[in-house]
Nanobody, 126 residues
Framework: QVQLVESGGGVVQAGDSLRLSCVAS????????VAWFRQTPGKEREFVAA????????YYGDSVKGRFTISRDNGKNMVYLQMNVLKSEDTAVYYC???????????????????WGQGTQVTVSS
């Protein structure tokens, strides 16, 4: 198990950029696939981006493709989400997640990840 803590959320204007960070403690992130999800009140948790254990593969939700970039630094036990050209519909609580046994074909499913952070709020005003 790893403990995950997100940071970097805030209130920005549409078109701005923001970078979220997620630090893992207790254990190393090596060997874990990592992902970002987001959620708004009354809606299911939405897949944003995922990265394979070694960082060799990345995957993005259709709504953020081309604007968001996921990255990781296993040496620092960090995961990042660079968000560019933010839109009002990106407003949500963003969660960092990690899983040791993520099935590649199911990487967009939040049930694949068994370690979660507490979330960080991102608000984009138009």
């Amino acid at each position: 198990q790893v403990q995950l803590v997100e940071s970097g959320g805030g209130v920005v204007q549409a078109g701005d950029s923001l970078r979220l960070s997620c630090v893992a403690s207790e254990n190393s992130l090596s060997g874990y696939a990592v992902a970002w999800f987001r959620q708004t009140p009354g809606k299911e948790r939405e897949f944003v981006a995922a990265m394979s254990r070694t960082g060799g593969f990345t995957y993005y939700g259709d709504s953020v493709k081309g604007r968001f970039t996921i990255s990781r630094d296993n040496g620092k036990n960090m995961v990042y989400l660079q968000m560019n050209v933010l839109k009002s519909e990106d407003t949500a609580v963003y969660y960092c997640a990690a899983g040791r046994r993520v099935i590649t074909s199911s990487r967009r499913n939040h049930n694949q990840y068994d370690n979660w952070g507490q979330g960080t709020q991102v608000t984009v005003s138009s």
